[in-house]
């Protein structure tokens, strides 16, 4: 059962309730207070009509032997009901009715017992239809019971009043039931739109959607709970978005570290295969040297990458210092020189001395990575390195021949799974060119790309001649 049928069901119940009780307490009440009224009237004419009885035997008009006799006793209790809506008996010391107003009503009830103990009785009896209010009180005489004088009164206009008074009730108390259960009924809603918005809320949280509020404006503990639940919403949101930046924090630096291994495996794949072709014993050893070098350097990377993984940290360790930025830079394109000679492209270097302050390490990757795409996306035949320096930076500019790129793909180049402009396959996975900008901003370096569709492209880097603030890469 839903609880707004429950609630309305307890207030219909409540008021019902209410109601029978309001009714018996004023049937009571009314009845209570009539009688009452009649009480005292009857004890007012009981005085009077003693008065008047004692006054004739005062008078000795007759005795007290001849008031309790059947010749006068029916004479005084018609004269002494004359002028009234009630009915006058009297009755003997052995509770015999002498005398009645009216012959046919001779009622005996416990009520002459009781007068002639010398108290006041009052009962409800009932004769022939008819209920009777009887209201008896002993005759005293010289300080001795002699009989008593019982009043009779018709409680049909009572009862008539009581059942008009009762009708009135009922219709009132139907109407006022009517009225609260609408009331109810309304309040019931107002107070229960909320708790349905609520649950309508909880549902759609239910199903993953955090972005949903509720608008509640009440001050009451609803609008509180309401707020709860908007607080509690924009806290779920937060702590989603806090997990997924943390997740995609570690996955790009997982993904741009496994990317990065790919490079000096090449190399070593690329070496191996040439000591097959090499003869003169200098050519293998630098071969081997090489070999050993991109695998320390493939070492390195699998150390760090385990030393991450332990400590629990995500990003890249960058640690900067004075190096020549030509000796760097040919490095690179000695262990580049195998790859480079197998796709038949004729490289062209002009190089001059920059002390630069930038992370060889580092470095290395970005030109492996920049070369590694010109070699795989460019379709060139002819390729130029060049170094130079000027009072800021040391500089090694790129260019290639080949088929060149336009302003899409210039704008998707370092954005990651641009799938509409850039082309992934085996070989390469669109993370080089977004690393390498990562990496030369985390040396305080930048890169600068300019290209046509048949022109060529000409990739520029820039390193700091000094150095600056630390800083560390966060993915």
């Known amino acids: 059962m839903k609880l707004r049928n429950k609630m309305f069901i307890q207030h219909s119940l409540t008021i019902i ?70 009915q006058v008996q009297l009755f003997t010391k052995d509770e015999t009715i002498v005398g ?26 009932q004769e022939n239809g008819t209920r009777y209010f009887i209201y008896a009180a002993p005759f005293t005489y010289q300080g ?63 199903k993953g959607n955090f972005n949903i509020k509720i608008k509640q404006s009440s001050k009451d503990e609803i609008g509180e709970l309401s707020q709860d639940f908007n607080h509690m919403s924009d806290a779920l949101l937060h702590h989603i978005a806090l997990l997924e930046y ?22 070593i794949i690329g070496f191996s295969n040439l000591i097959d072709k090499l003869q003169p014993n200098d050519d293998v050893r ?16 699998v150390e760090q990458l385990l030393h991450i993984s332990l400590t629990k940290q995500d990003g890249w360790n960058i640690q900067c210092k004075y190096v020549n930025l030509a000796e760097v830079a040919e490095e690179c394109l000695q262990i580049l020189q195998p790859t480079i000679a197998k796709s038949s492209i004729k490289l062209t270097v002009s190089k001059q001395s920059a002390i630069v302050y930038i992370d060889p390490l580092r470095t290395q990757q970005v030109i492996f990575n920049v070369i590694d795409n010109v070699l795989k996306h460019s379709a060139c035949s002819k390729l130029q390195v060049e170094l130079r320096e000027d009072a800021l930076y040391g500089i090694i500019i790129i260019t290639d021949n080949g ?63 000094y150095e600056k603030k630390a800083s560390s890469y966060q993915v």
């Not at 018996?24 to 009440?29: I, L």
């Not at 008065?51 to 032997?65: H, P």
């Not at 007068?115 to 409800?124: E, F, R, V, W």
């Open 17 to 86: 309730m209410l109601l029978i009780v309001m009714y018996v307490v004023v049937q009571y009440s009314l009845s209570k207070g009539m009688l009452e009224k009649e009480t005292g009237t009857l004890n007012q004419y009981y005085t009077l009509h003693r008065i008047e009885t004692m006054k004739l035997i005062s008078d000795q008009k007759i005795s007290v032997d001849q008031l309790f006799t059947g010749n006068y006793a029916p004479f005084i209790a018609s004269h002494l009901s004359a002028n009234s809506n009630f």
């Open 100 to 125: 009645s107003s009216d012959k046919s009503l001779l009622l005996k009830r416990s009520d002459i017992t009781s007068a002639l103990k010398g108290q006041t009785a009052t009962i409800i009896a």
């Open 144 to 206: 001795e019971i002699v009989g008593g004088i019982r009043y009779l009164v018709d409680l049909g206009q009572h009862d008539a009043a009581l059942r008009e008074t009762r009708l009135w009730f009922i219709g009132v108390a139907l109407a006022c039931l009517l009225i609260s259960l609408l009331a109810g009924f309304s309040l019931s809603s107002a107070l229960l739109k909320p708790l349905h918005d609520l649950q309508r809320a909880l549902k759609h949280v239910a």
């Open 246 to 267: 943390e997740q995609n924090k570690q996955k790009k630096f997982y993904d741009n570290m496994t990317h990065e291994l790919k490079t000096p495996l090449t190399s």
């Open 286 to 301: 630098e071969s081997n040297s090489y070999i050993r070098k991109e695998s320390t350097r493939l070492l390195h990377m």
């Open 403 to 465: 088929k060149g790129m336009d302003a899409e793909q210039l704008a998707s180049l370092f954005k990651l799974n641009q799938k509409s402009s850039r082309t992934l396959s085996s070989n390469s996975y669109g993370l080089g060119m977004p690393l390498v900008k990562e990496l030369m901003e985390l040396q305080g370096g930048s890169i600068n790309i300019s290209s046509k569709p048949g022109h060529g492209t000409q990739v520029t880097l820039l390193f700091d001649k």
